[in-house]
């Protein structure tokens, strides 16, 4: 992993790398609610939609803000509580995760302009179908799930990760950002986790120290965005993965 990891970023070579494998690496932090989980989530897990289009790049973070907003509106407000009983299960809260939710019916009711707009990102697609009124019908990402934000290098939403409330099944949106962000400059030790519920567990936890970063890394396959924001932090001491083989 290491030989992997320096052919394709300038990481030193007297930084130290490990892989933690069957051990949780923080005692404090209980992620035995996530283990059944996360095999489901890997066996359910879709490949990332081919929809990635940076033109036009402030008019879709602005996109992804104002959704963003929408979509954690209702769960700050108590409104969904289908979606808290989801995250108290798993010991996390919107504050520390950063989750939303989609009830998949965000679109309804609402003008045309913000149809086109979710459209433009992916996040509505046109059906082939009508609706019940006879207008336009549309395919909607995310539809009844938690979604977890990832972010761009100017800490902006680029995307989201849905997990169905369902199905089980996830998804994410593009393949653009990082979750829960791109770690700051200043970040001496990084743990790389291989799921967005492990991150987001270990988040909860709040046992990072101030130099201590933690981002996804689905399957812990780099990606360039994440190859980019390691190789930026140059006071970087130590990497360490996060996996498990009995979950694998």
Request: hydrophobic share 35%.
């Amino acid at each position: 992993m290491r030989n992997s990891l320096q052919n394709t970023i300038a990481i030193p070579k007297n930084v130290p790398m490990f892989v933690v494998q069957n051990v949780n690496p923080f005692p404090a932090c209980d992620t035995a609610p996530l283990r059944l989980y996360y095999s489901k989530e890997r066996q359910n897990h879709k490949q990332m939609k081919k929809t990635t289009d940076n033109s036009g790049t402030t008019e879709r973070t602005e996109i992804f803000g104002r959704l963003y907003k929408s979509l954690t509106t209702g769960i700050k407000n108590g409104n969904t509580l289908i979606a808290k009983e989801w995250l108290n299960k798993r010991k996390l809260t919107i504050e520390k995760t950063g989750a939303g939710f989609n009830s998949g019916q965000i679109h309804h009711r609402k003008e045309q302009a913000f149809k086109d707009e979710l459209e433009s990102i992916a996040f509505l697609q046109k059906s082939t179908a009508k609706s019940k009124t006879g207008e336009q019908a549309y395919k909607i990402f995310g539809d009844y799930s938690i979604l977890f934000p990832l972010k761009n290098e100017a800490n902006q939403v680029a995307n989201f990760y849905a997990v169905s409330l369902e199905s089980g099944k996830t998804e994410f949106l593009n393949e653009e950002g990082i979750y829960p962000k791109y770690p700051n400059i200043t970040t001496t030790k990084l743990y790389i986790a291989p799921t967005i519920l492990e991150t987001a567990t270990i988040l909860e936890a709040d046992i990072l120290s101030e130099n201590e970063a933690v981002i996804t890394v689905f399957d812990l396959t780099l990606k360039q965005q994440h190859r980019e924001a390691i190789a930026q932090l140059k006071q970087l001491q130590e990497i360490i993965f996060i996996t498990n083989t009995e979950r694998q």
